[in-house]
C-alpha cells in the first residue's frame, strides 16, 4: 500500500561527523533529505577561514512517504536511528522545516542552542528578508530574537530580528 499521499519529515541520528556523508547517500538513493549547514568562521594564527559546519550536529531530516522508504533510509551508511519523542518517531512538521530554510538565509544571526522549552509570545516576521518566518519572542540581552524550537532533537534556532518587523499573532 504505497500511495504517495503523506510524506513526513522525520530526524535520523547519525554516527558523530557523518552528517555528510550520510545525506549524500540519502540523495544518491532518492530520498529527500533535509541538512541545514551554517558558516562558522575558525580563526588560526595566520588566517581566518568560513568553514560550513552542520546547524545540528548529529542530525539529519528526511522526508519518508513509506514504511519502505523508512528502512531504506534507515540503512543508509552512517544512519544509526530516528529520534524519538514521547515514546513514538519523532515527526517534525513542515511549518518547522520551512522555518529553518528561511533561517538558515541569514545565517549571521543565527544561534543554536540547548533547551528546555522556551515561553514567550507566537510571533511571525511580516517583513523583511525573513518574512513569513514564525516561532516564539524571546528577549536576549535587549536584542530581539525569534525562536524555533524543534521539541524532537531539544533544539532552538534562535534569529535576530529588529522589532519592528514583529507581528504578534493571536491567541488562538
Known sequence: MNHHGYRRWLVLYTRPRWERKT????REQHIEVFFPMREEI???SDRKKA?????????IFV?????RERLKALA?????????????IAVVRDEII??????ITRPRDIRVEKTPLCLGQEV?????PLQGLTGILVEYRGHTRVAITIEAISQTLSIEVPVSDLVQLTAA
Do not use: C, T
Request: charged letters at 20%; zero cysteines.
Open 42 to 44: 575558525h580563526v588560526w
Open 124 to 128: 511571525r516576521v511580516r517583513r523583511g
Open 51 to 59: 568553514v560550513a559546519v552542520p546547524l545540528f550536529p548529529g542530525y
Open 63 to 67: 522526508r519518508i512517504g513509506s514504511e
Open 23 to 26: 545525506a549524500q547517500f540519502l
Open 98 to 103: 520551512e522555518n529553518v530554510r528561511l533561517a
Open 76 to 88: 543508509a551508511d552512517g544512519a544509526m536511528k530516528y529520534v524519538h519523542f514521547g515514546g513514538a
